[in-house]
């Protein structure tokens, strides 16, 4: 059974780079599919970030292209995440989530990364 | 961007009840549509596909129905568990984009 583990620091600071990587068990990355990253501010709803494939193409949100890198390591079956130039209003609950066809059909936990000096 | 808009934001009910839930996309997307249920403190749940289609292991008083613009999740006999938010997806840009509408959070009356 696939799972997903998001991991990183909790806090970062404004104008900081947020960095996370979600780790990947039960299901080998290189064999296919697309990772995505989605968050979710306290409260609010779900927004997409980005995803990338088995191969290393990326997708990113329009709203945060400029500041999103996703990168995949194969070697180590994880995904990763780089939001850079960080505010307050990246605080959020961010989620790792793996996408078979076209929809997430496996989840992360999620890790809170707040915002703050 | 396709916009996502669901209605209503929230919504009570009981035990028992049956409740329909709305999304409407800015634009048509087939059957391009997921729907999912999220409890508090925990990551989204899949609970229907290609606008109809039920996820592996999801209760069949869950259904969705709807194409192009207009779509429902409807839950036949609400039990305690249902009592969450629910989103609808839409993926008809996949991979590119995809949207999510604002939630619907259902409570107890």
């Known amino acids: 059974q696939v799972q997903l583990q998001e991991s990183g620091p909790g806090l970062v600071k404004p104008s900081e780079t947020l960095s996370l990587t979600c780790a990947v068990s039960?299901?080998?990355?290189?064999?296919?599919?697309?990772w995505g990253w989605i968050r979710q501010p306290p409260g609010k709803g779900l927004e997409w970030i980005g995803s990338?494939?088995?191969?290393?193409?990326?997708y990113y949100n329009p709203s945060l292209k400029s500041r999103v890198t996703i990168s995949v390591d194969t070697s180590k079956n994880q995904f990763s995440l780089k939001l850079s130039s960080v505010t307050a209003a990246d605080t959020a609950v961010y989620y790792c989530?793996?996408?078979?066809?076209?929809?997430?059909?496996?989840w992360g936990q999620g890790t809170l990364v707040t915002v703050s000096s | 961007a396709i916009r996502m808009t669901q209605s209503p934001s929230s919504l009570s009910a009981s035990t028992g009840d049956r409740v329909t839930i709305t999304c409407r996309a800015s634009?048509?997307?087939?059957?391009?549509l997921a729907w999912y249920q999220q409890k508090p403190g925990k990551a989204p749940k899949l609970l229907i596909y290609?606008?109809?289609t039920l996820q592996s292991g999801v209760p069949s008083r869950f259904s969705g129905s709807g194409s192009g613009t207009d779509f429902t999740l409807t839950i036949s006999c609400l039990q305690s568990e249902d009592f969450a938010t629910y989103y609808c997806?839409?993926?008809?840009?996949?991979?590119?984009?995809?949207?999510f509408g604002q939630g619907t959070k259902l409570e107890i009356k």
């Open positions: 989530a793996r996408a078979p066809t076209r929809y997430f059909t496996h």
């Open positions: 039960g299901y080998s990355i290189s064999s296919g599919y697309y």
């Open positions: 990338i494939y088995h191969s290393g193409s990326t």
């Open positions: 634009q048509g997307i087939s059957s391009y």
């Open positions: 290609a606008a109809s």
């Open positions: 997806q839409q993926y008809y840009s996949y991979p590119r984009e995809y949207t």
